[in-house]
């Protein structure tokens, strides 16, 4: 699950056709629910922090 909201991640930050349909706060949102299927949440938690930041820092390169 975490390798796929990776994924799709990184197809909305580059604006590709997969992940055209996509959106961040549904990324975020996903991942906060997965998290508690993991029992090591280290990555989860990094994974949400960045998903959580990238809207700003998208601001700040527009």
Do not use: C
Not at 30 to 36: G, L, Q, R, S, T
């Amino acid at each position: 699950m975490l390798a796929t909201l990776v994924t799709l991640f990184a197809e909305i930050l580059r604006h590709s056709y997969w992940g055209k349909d996509g959106n961040l706060s549904d990324v975020l949102r996903i991942a906060k629910e997965a998290k508690n299927g993991y029992d090591n949440t280290q990555k989860i938690d990094e994974f949400i922090s960045i998903v959580d930041k990238a809207p700003r820092l998208q601001n700040n390169l527009d």
